[in-house]
């Protein structure tokens, strides 16, 4: 599957570091380290234990009860108290708020609300969690006294879990206000170790979840995440303005980076700003701008549901006074590494696409960029922005290249390529190009190499065998410079159609490379294309290629990729519950685009046939009797949660068949088939949405008011010129209808009576839609007979013709999701 990831859009999941945190500055008595390892190190305090019955804690929509047992505080830190524990018998009650949030509890659960006992809790907090619990222990007067058993239950956990939120609480301790957190670890007898969380500084303060192991791969899965009651909806305190990155790579592919990063306070007082960077490098040092080295925390434990699905990418730098809100200011970070992956056969790629240099985390903000990089003279490297100048010096080549506008999120890669330029319909493509496949796909052919565009040297200038086949082997030569011209070619075509729903191409030139494996990348200006994208549909039928396959690299993730162009990097996207706009929209296009090239309407309709057939069918690798189909996993609106471990493939299976069906059914409601650009709704509402969000971001809401400020009347199926009955079902929740027909057909002079009922299965009775249907006359002749909103399920319908219909037909023109016989 290829996609884009988005590490700042990715608040949860996995594995801790190898290796020992690193250390900035040595620790002094009042240091944020010497805070934090004594945060690390609070015990319970067992003088004073309480014996209590049928006590409440509310935190939002969590509700605990500790039903009989020993609850015990930890000691206080500086004054305040952090932390308690409870051992005995409770119970949790929490109520989703919305629809969504309850189908994804029931999914995990088997009921919509979680509702379960449990044996044991530990919990960490620096809101009114402790004055609250204390003031009801006083009102009802519960036994309290010494128990030295509790801390001999307790002391190891508590010891293996503080430090999971010692940085968090830090983060408060440090700054000038408080903002509230409370987390319960909490022992289930039915459902084993979960995690409930409210906590202010995330957008859905709410989140309960717990940590699993699939194939010895840590998923978190996010049973509910959503906004508490009151929301507090506090912003990330830092935004950063540019980047200036230095990067040298050496022959070894050892990198050593120094970035300077300006910020922006948006709110003022903290103290603590969170970064994210790869576990695969690890900082040196991070000074201020006058040169005053900073104290730091990288690869420190964390929370199960705040670790990066990458690995550790935690990193966070503690300034040494408060900036003020609004106030500028500069970081300065040394770092060394290794992100650079060895495919062999002298193809390089930078593993860690999202996490190689610092970037501040929890935003959403445009940037700009300034990257400079020396790396080994024999190869060619390629990197997002305009290339300001290039030099040699001995064994080394240096550039430095500059962003033409902010952008999301800075790019490179580098390899024994050979390049091609070219210029057609008006825009330059350079197409970056290893001499040979990866060594997995080597190793998929026997022993073939097969070669992709040029004949190969490695690193000292040898020329290597370009290809090596058996001798009962016929295969034509490969033309490489024929191939990436014709590539070049059609991505520059593909760019000037997307432009129609976009704008013009929004960079000076667009960069093309290799990557090995089977996903593509779209970064600003600069795509990252599958190796497979590259070769002729002859190479790929030998290596094993169905024809979907072959359609999937040829037809569709070049161009899928180039619509990121647009819709991802132009306008990027809010939240999780929002990528699916730019993956749904970049695949359609993707279609749009394939059926300009050959027998208009065989990719789309091919495609949309095949993500139908894929989301109704059983959900891979199940038991037998488990007959949820793929669509069941999950709405759109769940964005990478739908990878949990009940589906670990389920972002993949959801996200690109139905974001892409969701846009089809769009397009096909706001048509006009009289008109002279029957899509000419469908292109506004779009071209509308990327110039009034250009260099910012889209929520699914923004796209619903698009489509409500362009739709027909014959859209408002629940009145009230309304679009949230479409998202609501189609976004925001699953459910796949199946239709089927029961009529007759009376003559009435020169005219046909067609009279029938509708059945609707397979989804809730109030399901809407407007459903075409069609009669097949005698000697296969097709007639539209008109449309049926579906109400409950049967709908009865009347329809009169000049044709004598046979039989009836649903939606044989694929405009709506569903299935019918
Ligand atoms: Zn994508």
Redesign the pocket.
């Known amino acids: 599957m290829?996609?884009?990831i988005r590490v700042a859009c990715f608040l949860v999941l996995c594995a801790c570091l190898a290796g020992g945190p690193a250390v900035g500055t040595p620790a002094a008595a009042d240091s944020a380290h010497a805070l934090y390892d004594a945060l690390n190190a609070l015990h319970v305090d067992s003088r004073v234990v309480y014996t209590v019955r049928d006590l409440d804690l509310r935190r939002d929509a969590i509700h605990l009860t500790f039903t009989q047992g020993q609850l015990a505080f930890f000691e206080p830190f500086q004054g305040k108290i952090t932390g308690a524990v409870f051992s005995g018998r409770g119970h949790i009650l929490m109520i989703p708020r919305d629809p969504t949030e309850k189908a994804s509890v029931a999914r995990f659960l088997g009921a919509p609300i979680l509702d379960q006992t449990f044996t044991m809790i530990y919990m960490r907090f620096d809101d009114d969690s402790a004055a609250v619990l204390q003031s009801r222990i006083k009102e009802a007067d519960f036994p309290s006294g010494p128990d030295p058993s509790i801390a001999e239950e307790w002391d190891a956990a508590v010891a293996a879990l503080n430090p999971g939120h010692s940085l968090r609480l830090l983060s408060d301790l440090l700054a000038d206000r408080e903002i509230p957190y409370f987390y319960a670890g909490i022992l289930s007898e039915t459902s084993g170790p979960f995690d409930a969380l409210v906590d202010d500084r995330l957008e859905e303060q709410v989140l309960v979840g717990q940590p699993k192991t699939v194939n010895d791969q840590p998923i978190y899965d996010v049973w509910a995440s959503f906004r508490r009651a009151n929301d507090a909806n506090v912003s990330a305190p830092f935004i950063a303005e540019g980047y200036a990155i230095d990067t040298t790579i050496s022959p070894e592919l050892n990198t050593a980076g120094n970035a300077t990063i300006t910020l922006r306070a948006t709110r003022g007082g903290e103290r603590a700003i969170p970064l994210a960077l790869s576990g695969d490098l690890r900082v040196g040092s991070v000074t201020d701008i006058a040169g005053q080295p900073l104290e730091f925390f990288q690869g420190e434990p964390a929370a199960h549901h705040e670790i990066s699905e990458q690995g550790d990418q935690s990193l966070t730098v503690i300034m040494s006074r408060p900036p003020q809100a609004g106030e500028k200011f500069q970081l300065h970070l040394t770092y060394k590494g290794s992100v650079i992956r060895d495919a062999g056969n002298g193809v390089y790629y930078a593993g860690e696409h999202a996490s190689w240099y610092p970037r501040v985390g929890g935003t959403d903000s445009f940037a700009s960029f300034d990257l400079k990089f020396r790396w080994p003279r024999k190869l060619v490297l390629v990197a997002t922005g305009r290339k300001l100048d290039e030099s040699e010096d001995g064994e080394w080549r240096e550039a430095s290249w500059k962003s033409e506008k902010p952008i999301f999120a800075a790019g490179f890669n580098l390899g024994d390529y050979r390049t091609v330029s070219i210029e057609s319909a008006g825009i330059k493509v350079d197409l970056f190009a290893s001499p040979q496949l990866e060594l997995a796909v080597q190793q998929h052919t026997g022993r073939h190499v097969i070669t992709t565009p040029f004949p190969s040297t490695d690193l000292q200038g040898n020329v290597k065998p370009v290809f090596v086949g058996s001798a009962t082997e016929t295969d034509p030569a490969p033309n490489p410079a024929a191939i990436l011209h014709r590539l070049g070619d059609e991505i520059a075509q593909a760019a000037q159609y997307f432009s129609r729903f976009g704008g013009p191409f929004p960079y000076e030139r667009l960069q093309v490379s290799q990557v090995p494996g089977t996903t593509g990348q779209?970064w600003p200006g600069l795509l990252y294309l599958p190796e497979f994208s590259f070769l002729s549909s002859e190479t790929q039928r030998r290596l094993g290629l169905n024809t979907a396959r072959q359609e999937q690299f040829a037809e569709i993730v070049p161009y899928?990729?180039l619509a990121?162009q647009w819709w991802?990097n132009q306008v990027a996207w809010h939240s999780y519950r929002d990528q699916w706009i730019?993956?749904g929209i970049?695949?359609y296009i993707a279609l749009l685009f394939a059926d300009t090239r050959r027998d208009s309407n065989h990719a789309l309709k091919t495609w949309l046939g095949h993500y139908r057939d894929t989301l109704v069918s059983k959900i891979p690798g199940k038991p037998d009797a488990v007959e949820d189909s793929v669509d069941s996993i999950g709405p759109l609106a769940l964005g990478y949660r739908l990878h949990s471990s009940l589906d670990p493939a389920g972002y993949g299976q959801i996200v690109y068949p139905k974001g892409t069906w969701v846009f089809h059914m769009l397009r096909m409601m706001l048509r006009d088939p009289q008109a002279k650009d029957p899509d000419e709704r469908f292109v506004r509402m779009l071209r509308s949405l990327i110039d009034s969000h250009r260099g910012g971001v889209l929520i699914t809401d923004d796209l619903e008011l698009a489509v409500r400020k362009v739709m027909l009347p014959s859209m408002d199926l629940e009145g009230g010129h309304s679009m949230a009955w479409f998202f609501d079902q189609w976004v925001r929740g699953t459910g796949i209808p199946h239709y089927h027909v029961e009529f007759n057909v009376q003559r009435s002079g020169e005219q046909f009576v067609v009279k029938g009922v509708l059945h609707q299965e397979g989804v809730p009775s109030e399901f809407l839609a407007r459903v075409p249907i069609y009669a097949a006359a005698a000697g296969g002749k097709t007639i539209p007979l008109g449309h049926v909103t579906t109400s409950g399920n049967q709908t009865s319908f009347r329809f009169v013709t000049s044709v004598d219909p046979k039989r009836l037909l649903i939606d044989p023109e694929l405009t709506l999701l569903c299935t019918a016989n």
Do not use: Q
């Open positions: 290829f996609r884009v779209g899928h990729e990121h991802g730019s993956e970049s695949n």
